[in-house]
């Protein structure tokens, strides 16, 4: 008789204009069904030297590696463009890259964090190089609508750094071939993500869909977002 398929751990990566408490609420999810879930920190991004790459490598291997089982990991927003990177800098079986609510690197090269129309935007917003925290950029009405929860959008903020904006300027390296892990997209909203999951389809990627979740689902809808990364995770098994 086979032996039985080990179940992966989910390894959740912030972006790095939130902190870890945005995927918090998932891991809790995660771990309620049985599942091992970790979410690394990578608040040192603003402090570290550039390129911060070395950081966040170090950051992941010290939540990741110490897990026994395959590992899928999952990028929000802009923690999406680093699976690649951060992948590679693993020992530990990658089973999967999950992209939630984020670009999506191209297969070669290098990439910015940043898309160039969302760039020149960054530039209107920085005060010398500098960026304020994430959720100034659209205004407090719009971080209520994302977050309804007083509690939870307080602590979310209170997270958030204040990035230079080099940091959206700078190249991320692509490891060679790092596309042929099997890899999957959950989309939560629309704009300007829709494309993105287009872009998935179009690589033949299974695609989950949180209708009407909004950008900061993993916070606010762990429920739903548990049950689109385990079907994903099923889906991508399958694939290997």
């Given at each position: 008789m086979p032996a039985p398929?080990?179940?992966?751990?989910?390894?959740?990566?912030?972006?790095?204009?939130?902190?870890?408490?945005?995927?918090a609420p998932v891991a809790r999810e995660l771990e309620r069904r049985g599942r091992t879930a970790a979410v690394p920190a990578l608040l040192g991004v603003a402090a570290a030297e550039a390129p911060p790459w070395g950081a966040m490598q170090d950051a992941v291997r010290a939540a990741a590696e110490?897990?026994?089982t395959p590992l899928v990991l999952v990028g929000h927003s802009g923690g999406g463009v680093l699976l690649p990177m951060l992948a590679d800098a693993l020992s530990a079986d990658v089973a999967g890259l999950v992209f939630?609510?984020?670009?999506?690197?191209?297969?070669?090269?290098?990439?910015?964090?940043?898309?160039?129309?969302?760039?020149?935007?960054?530039?209107?917003?920085?005060?010398?190089?500098?960026?304020?925290?994430?959720?100034?950029?659209?205004?407090?009405?719009?971080?209520r609508e994302l977050v309804p929860d007083d509690r939870l959008r307080t602590v979310l903020e209170e997270e958030m750094p204040a990035l230079p904006l080099s940091y959206f300027e700078a190249d991320v390296p692509l490891p060679s071939g790092w596309h042929a892990?099997?890899?999957?997209?959950?989309?939560?909203?629309?704009?300007?993500?829709?494309?993105?999951?287009?872009?998935?389809?179009?690589?033949?990627?299974?695609?989950?869909?949180?209708?009407?979740?909004?950008?900061?689902?993993?916070?606010?809808?762990?429920?739903?977002?548990?049950?689109?990364?385990?079907?994903?995770e099923r889906t991508l098994a399958r694939s290997i």
């Open positions: 398929e080990r179940e992966s751990a989910f390894v959740l990566i912030h972006s790095p204009l939130l902190g870890p408490t945005s995927w110490p897990i026994a939630v609510d984020a670009f999506l690197p191209p297969p070669i090269g290098s990439t910015r964090l940043a898309p160039a129309q969302l760039i020149e935007e960054l530039r209107a917003l920085a005060a010398d190089g500098v960026l304020p925290p994430w959720s100034s950029w659209l205004g407090e009405q719009w971080m892990r099997p890899c999957g997209y959950v989309l939560l909203s629309d704009q300007p993500h829709a494309q993105s999951a287009a872009d998935a389809r179009g690589r033949g990627w299974p695609v989950a869909e949180v209708p009407g979740a909004g950008h900061l689902a993993i916070a606010t809808d762990p429920v739903a977002l548990a049950d689109a990364l385990l079907g994903l």
